[in-house]
Every structure is written in C-alpha cells, then in structure tokens.
C-alpha cells in the first residue's frame, strides 16, 4: 500500500528521493488520547516498495486532551469567589517535525532494515528521543494513519 501523494512533501537522503507525509488534521486518538503522537509516512518516491510508519514520541498539535493540559482561568473570580471562563493551555510544549528528522529517521530506518524498494508490509518503528526501534509486528497502526 503506498501513502496519498497529496500533502507530501519530497526529501533526498543519500542520493535517494523520498516523499513522507503527516497527516494535516489529527486523528481522534491523537486528539483526544494521552497517546496522541504524531505519525509521519514515509516511501520512496520514485520505486514502489515498503511504507515506512514512524510512530514519534512527539505530541500532536491538535491534541486538547485535559491529561496533557491544566485549565487555567481567563476571567478573574466573581463576587461568590467562582471562575466561570477558563482555557486550555498544553502542559507539553510542542516540537515540529522537520526534514532534518525525517532524513535522520530515514537513515536510521534502513540501518535497522528497512528496504524501501522492497514490496512487503509496512515498516512500522518507533522514535523516542533520537533513538529508534523497529515497532513489534502485532503492533497496531491506526487504519485513518496517512
């Protein structure tokens, strides 16, 4: 199965074009969930082969989970001692994704063996800080990923 082409955007890592993709609006897991990470596809661009799923420790933009944010107060108390307008300000403080990581992802993938000219099932790993482990193959992937 290959990603949408709409949306992506191409990258070259190591002589090789590839296109990867996040998916603009958040998923409801990502929305609503404590889990709410965000997911990049990645392929090669010009050879079909194997999807790459790069699971990021990184939070969803779009994620409002009250886990993950305090409620803060927008209007000072009333005469009864009440707040009765609050907002939802993130806990966590959000980090974008940028073609230098995924071109880091990429290289880290293939060393683990990812081969993205082979057909197969997709490539599912998890990315923690900048270290990366291939996911266990049971190891669901939402079907609304890319």
Do not use: C
């Not at 081969?115 to 990315?127: A, H, R």
């Amino acid at each position: 199965m290959s990603i949408p082409k709409k949306g992506t955007r191409k990258i070259i890592v190591d002589g090789e074009p590839f296109i990867w993709l996040i998916r603009r609006q958040a998923t409801n897991s990502q929305a609503d969930y404590p889990e709410g990470h965000l997911h990049v596809a990645v392929e090669h661009a010009t050879e079909a082969g194997s999807v790459l799923a790069i699971l990021t420790d990184r939070f969803h933009p779009q994620g409002y989970s009250l886990i993950n944010s305090e409620l803060v107060p927008i209007q000072p108390q009333d005469a009864l001692g009440e707040v009765r307008a609050w907002r939802i300000e993130p806990r966590y403080e959000i980090t974008a994704v940028t073609p230098k990581d995924v071109a880091l992802w990429i290289k880290q993938a293939m060393e683990i063996g990812w081969l993205p000219k082979k057909s197969g099932i997709t490539f599912k790993v998890s990315v923690i800080g900048s270290s990366m482990k291939k996911a266990a193959t049971r190891e669901k992937i939402p079907l609304n990923f890319y």
